[in-house]
């Protein structure tokens, strides 16, 4: 299965301070787990993304917040939400964390590869459609679904997303699209406070999966695995999105779930073999949350190892 790495340097220029556990750090620990691993690194296609445009991140934003962000950056940075910060390079760093899910999306319409994994941030998940939050300043991968659907690369694509944290920007970012289904399985309560499984959305096509932190990993994937199948019984897509979040790992600073790099695997592998039934093996991963360094770059690995259907 051919796989794409796809990473682009602006990532690196959002520059959130040390002291931030959105920090740089965690976007340098991929490259250097994947040295490890040279077998993976030789089989990937490493590809640097193009930036999206104002008009693509308007698929989901509001045109004013997006000259804001661009403002903001441009006179050097500030804060945009209570703990979301932009610097000078932030508005490049997210308009290639985008642009990467648009690369990724494309690539896998055209044949060029089947799978893609964006390692990029800041992450988007949080993002709304008039204002930052939780350290996203855009949602790539919301901006994403409908990119593929107004341009005819998909026609219904399942969006899952295992990060903690409850993916509350991708929800009010895609319920109104019927054409999208938005599986997330998060902490409950814990921040941002929604995704209740009571939230489905005005056309039933939100599964939220709250969960207590704590838990024997098997119930979190089980969960999760089994909202997939809920979500598509009777309906395929033909493009899986992963909002790929390792703060979902055991002994992550910002979760308490209990995940270990096999549940990754397992994961992976379960989505990918759905995907292979659905669409050919048609998935775009892009990273999101994930706080312990080290912890995010094995796991990158994992997750890479399983998209590419290595042993
Ligand atoms: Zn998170």
Redesign the pocket.
């Known amino acids: 299965m051919t796989l794409a790495f796809i990473a682009h340097p602006d990532c690196g220029r959002h520059d959130t301070g040390w002291n931030h556990p959105e920090h740089v750090g965690r976007l340098r620990a991929i490259p250097r787990a994947l040295r490890q691993d040279p077998q993976l690194f030789e089989r990937l296609i490493h590809h640097e993304p193009r930036h999206a445009t104002p008009g693509e991140l308007a698929l989901a934003h509001d045109p004013a917040y997006i000259e804001r962000v661009q403002r903001v950056a441009v006179a050097g940075g500030g804060r945009l939400d209570a703990d979301t910060v932009a610097s000078e390079g932030s508005w490049d760093a997210a308009c290639a964390a985008t642009g990467a899910v648009l690369d990724a999306i494309e690539m896998t319409a055209n044949g060029r590869v089947r799978r893609a994994f964006c390692a990029v941030r800041p992450p988007g998940h949080h993002a709304l459609r008039e204002h930052a939050m939780g350290f996203c300043l855009f949602g790539s991968v919301a901006i994403g679904a409908h990119y593929a659907l107004g341009g005819a690369l998909a026609q219904r694509v399942l969006i899952v997303d295992w990060?903690?944290?409850h993916g509350n920007g991708t929800q009010a970012l895609v319920q109104g699209d019927p054409r999208i289904r938005f599986v997330s399985m998060h902490q409950y309560p814990w921040y941002p406070g929604t995704g209740d499984a009571s939230e489905v959305g005005p056309h039933r096509t939100l599964f939220n999966v709250p969960m207590a932190p704590g838990l024997p990993a098997v119930q979190y994937t089980d969960a999760l695995l089994g909202a997939i199948d809920r979500a598509t019984t009777g309906w395929t897509p033909d493009l899986v999105l992963v909002s790929a979040?390792f703060?979902s790992l055991a002994g992550d600073p910002?979760g308490g779930f209990t995940l270990e790099m096999h549940d990754v695997d397992l994961l992976t592998r379960e989505i990918g073999a759905r995907a292979d039934t659905w669409c050919g093996g048609r998935l775009v991963s892009a990273l999101?949350?994930g706080y312990h360094p080290e912890r995010l770059g094995e796991a990158c690995v994992v997750h890479m190892r399983a998209l590419a259907g290595f042993s």
């Open positions: 990060d903690v944290h979040g703060d910002l999101e949350g």
